[in-house]
């Protein structure tokens, strides 16, 4: 199956080698191969509409990378817009709450409900050290609460004593008069297992959530579902405050649909991912694999993802080559910025690096800056962008002309130059070209973040990282000039 | 509200989207491609997956048309489908001879096994069929539990060993009582596991061997029970299963929720395996013969007839 989608892509792909910016009939062309990898990884119909017609419109217009095709880029594209869309919210556990913080899990029958109870719990007292009790309110199932009760052994948490009799809420109402005697810091609730359509256990849910006032209420759905995946979600979330949701069976090899489904339906997070029957067999939920998983064309994307590398690559060694000699002139400036532009601006690039500080306020330079800074560097002629030193009054005030900026302006970007200029050689003194060129190579990691913090000393403005063509790195010194007030 | 108003009432919504695009349709010769469209979303979005749904569009697409109207569009529709599942659909019959006919029940994790278990063999009680249940799910926390208390339901003996323990030794143990006690069905529990999962598949096979070794012919029936809400995974699983346990038939479960269960219409065509009943809800009498005319009108949206 996933071979033949592979083919039908590249014979799509092939008739279109298009260079420059994705035309609207090469996006349209690849997303009806995209849909129906979406279909064939279960996504739910209306989601997989939906998400298609979103990403069409954010791939139309965008640049094709160097050595790759218009429909790979495309791929490229939805994938990122699919681990986006998977995983753009944070998916901790809240449980700041006055204790006990009742967690209560719910879900359709046999989803894996009373296992994830188990491993959850067994996660909280382990990792986050709180003393944790579990109690199942499952009277329904036949040895529902037995098997709770023998989970509970073998993840050695405490479980409510089992009283035969009793109704759900009132089994609720005793577990949680028993924690907050017993001094317990989280109640783990199992559910019955329930159909969405079945009225009286949906009230019987709701009983349960007003008697206990749950801090997380977790869907907990089978990573194998199909079209359901909709019903269920709007099922579910038309009853009862989620707060997030849980993939069981991660460990199977379904593509994984419903994750979209499920995200895009409930606007909830996808908090874990069940990858066993195991007690320990739970991960915080990864995007960029599902992602994967779902789209079947991981190898489209590391493709493009490759190409755009060695492309960066290639501009980095010969920036590290001029960096090298000491040099860094105005045509190098330019493709820093040019970079970060194609990165989606400064607004993105303040997302992407978490390590940096005060980047609220990057987040207001204004984006025009960008172009300006551009315009001024193409009123300048070769040989000033070279040698920066040439540029006299004369000079500047032609610059500024030619690029409808002021005198000031130009003064702020040959300042911003020599600061970025002076950095380099401070760089150079140090040493530091190796760890630069790992830094351009790696590609991946953010070296603001984590790259290189200790040349964050040497660097003017607090430059994180130098902002390199191997990944966006962080603004040129003496950028917040450009900032807005 | 029945199972079965259930299941066309939660395709009514997709339905009453062609029955939109096609009311006015009076004479023509095929259909236009904005129904056919429609029709094959309609299909996709009941979990038949791209590929059939995409030859059932093709077989209407085909087709010349004197009058047609909404009603007539979904007759056909569903005529289309039930061609498919009629084949199919087959009950159990306990035909093994000497006794005990043995039915090994088989599937991932969660799908219902246990539960489709309890109330085979009630049906098989109420019939006069003597059943024993093997607990051969050792390893999930409370399964012997379980299924002993389906038992106790429907009044069957269940033959069980210890939690952690060998689930061949089990089961060889229940082939020898029912021969010995000549009891006329054995019905035997596995636990769920998924089928990527190689050292659970051969040990799937190990039973299935297992139950061969005291009467050739056993096990007589390998049921795989399929949930409904899983979407085209069930296609793989069932290849899977079937290679490695020598699947016989399918029931597949929860069909009184949402889920459509069009993922049987492309397990029809493409592994042509009996479906043998379905289940429609957690009690004892939850189990229904596969009917293909009610599950192809259902999907095309008519009511039960
Ligand atoms: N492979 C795998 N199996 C799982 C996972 N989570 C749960 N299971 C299995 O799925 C089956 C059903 O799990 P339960 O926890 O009993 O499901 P439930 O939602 O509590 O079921 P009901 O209470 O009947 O509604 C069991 O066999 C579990 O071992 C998972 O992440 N991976
Ligand atoms: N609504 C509905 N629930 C069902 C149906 N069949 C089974 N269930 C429920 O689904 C859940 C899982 O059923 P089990 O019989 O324990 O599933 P299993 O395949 O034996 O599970 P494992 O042994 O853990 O792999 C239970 O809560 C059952 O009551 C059905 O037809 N409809
Ligand atoms: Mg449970
Ligand atoms: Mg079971």
């Known amino acids: 199956m996933f071979d033949s989608l592979s083919d039908r892509l590249s014979g799509v792909f092939d008739k279109l080698r298009g260079r420059g910016a994705l035309s609207e009939t090469e996006v349209r062309a690849a997303m009806r191969e ?26 139309v217009g965008e640049e094709v990378v160097r050595s790759v095709t218009p429909g790979q880029m495309v791929v490229k594209i939805v994938n990122d817009a699919l681990v986006e869309l998977l995983g753009s919210t944070n998916a901790e556990l809240d449980l700041n709450t006055s204790p006990p913080a009742v967690v209560m899990m719910v879900g359709l029958q046999g989803s894996g409900k009373t296992t994830t109870t188990a491993k959850l719990a067994k996660r909280l007292k382990e990792k986050d050290r709180k003393k944790v009790m579990m109690a199942s309110l499952d009277v329904a199932r036949p040895a529902a609460q037995e098997q709770l009760a023998v989970l509970g052994r073998q993840a050695g948490v405490d479980t409510l004593p089992i009283v035969a009799g009793q109704s759900p809420t ?7 008069e028993s924690a907050r005697l017993q001094g317990y810091d989280v109640l783990m ?7 969405h359509v079945d009225q009286q256990l949906m009230d019987e849910m709701n009983a349960i959530a007003a008697a206990s006032k749950p801090a997380e209420t977790l869907l907990v759905v089978d990573s194998l579902t199909g079209q359901d995946a909709v019903n269920v979600a709007k099922g579910f979330g038309a009853e009862v405050e989620l707060s997030g949701v849980i993939l069981t069976r991660m460990d199977g090899d379904a593509r994984g649909g419903a994750a979209l489904s499920m995200r895009k339906v409930t606007g909830k997070p996808i908090k874990f991912a069940g990858t066993g029957e195991g007690l320990d067999a739970i991960e915080p939920f990864h995007p960029d694999r599902v992602a994967g998983r779902i789209l079947g064309m991981g190898d489209v994307v590391s493709l493009v993802e490759k190409a755009a590398e060695t492309v960066k690559m290639e501009d980095a060694e010969r920036l590290a080559k001029k960096m090298e000699k000491g040099k860094f002139d105005l045509d190098d400036l330019a493709l820093q910025i040019k970079q970060m532009q194609a990165m989606g601006g400064v607004g993105a690039l303040a997302k992407m690096m978490p390590g940096m500080k005060g980047m609220k306020a990057a987040g207001d330079v204004d984006e025009k800056a960008l172009t300006r800074l551009e315009a001024m560097m193409s009123s300048m002629t070769p040989g000033e962008r070279a040698k920066p030193k040439i540029i006299n009054a004369k000079r500047k005030i032609r610059i500024a002309k030619g690029s409808g900026t002021t005198v000031q302006d130009v003064n702020k970007l040959l300042k911003m130059h020599q600061q970025m200029e002076s950095a380099m050689k401070k760089l150079k003194k140090m040493g530091g070209f190796g760890k630069l060129a790992a830094m351009f ?11 290189m913090p200790d040349l964050g000393g040497a660097l003017p403005g607090g430059l994180p990282g130098l902002g390199g063509p191997g990944a966006p790195g962080g603004l040129p010194p003496g950028f917040d000039k450009f900032s807005k007030k | 509200m029945s199972w079965l108003d259930r299941l066309t009432g939660g395709f009514r919504k997709t339905a009453d989207r062609i029955g939109e695009n096609i009311s006015g349709l009076t004479s023509k010769t095929a259909l236009d491609t904005t129904t056919l469209d429609d029709i094959e979303e309609a299909l996709i979005a009941s979990d038949l997956g791209p590929e059939a749904s995409k030859r059932i569009r093709d077989a209407i697409a085909a087709r010349r048309f004197e009058q047609l109207d909404e009603r007539g569009l979904r007759t056909i529709l569903a005529e289309e489908i039930e061609k498919i599942l009629t084949p199919v659909a087959k009950p159990l019959d306990i035909h093994g001879f000497p006794r005990p006919h043995v039915i090994l029940v088989i599937g991932v994790n969660g799908s219902g096994k246990t539960t489709t278990i309890g109330k085979i063999g009630h049906h098989l009680m109420e019939q006069d069929y003597g059943v024993l249940l093997a607990a051969g799910d050792t390893f999930r926390a409370a399964a012997i539990e379980q299924l002993k ?21 089990i089961v060889f143990d229940g082939v020898k009582q029912a021969t010995e006690t000549g009891i006329d069905v054995l019905i035997v529990d596995t636990a769920g596991r998924l089928q990527n999962k190689q050292h659970l598949m051969d040990e799937l096979s190990k039973v299935r061997r297992v139950l061969g070794k005291l009467n050739e012919a056993a096990p007589h029936d390998v049921i795989l029970v399929l949930d409904a809400t899983t979407g085209q995974n069930a296609l793989n699983q069932i290849e899977v299963f079937q290679e490695t346990a020598g699947v016989t038939g399918l029931v597949m479960t929860k069909l009184d929720g949402t889920a459509r269960g069009g993922v049987l219409v492309a397990a029809a065509e493409k592994f042509g395996l009996p479906i ?15 009917d293909p005319r009610a599950v192809a009108r259902a999907i095309a949206g008519l009511p039960p007839q």
């Open chain 1, 34 to 59: 995209v849909r129906v990898a979406l279909l064939e990884a279960d996504v739910a119909l209306p989601v997989a509409r939906e998400f298609v017609e979103e990403v069409t419109e954010r791939a």
């Open chain 1, 170 to 176: 009132d089994i609720a109402k005793r577990a949680l």
């Open chain 1, 189 to 195: 609730l199992d559910t019955a297992g329930r159909l």
């Open chain 1, 441 to 451: 190579g790696g590609g991946k990691g953010l070296p603001g973040g984590d790259g």
């Open chain 2, 149 to 169: 208390i389906w038992g106790e339901r429907i009044h069957a003996p269940v033959i069980a060993g210890k939690e952690g323990g060998d689930p061949a030794s």
């Open chain 2, 276 to 290: 043998h009943a379905i289940g429609v809800g957690e009690g004892v009498d939850d189990l229904r013969p596969f």
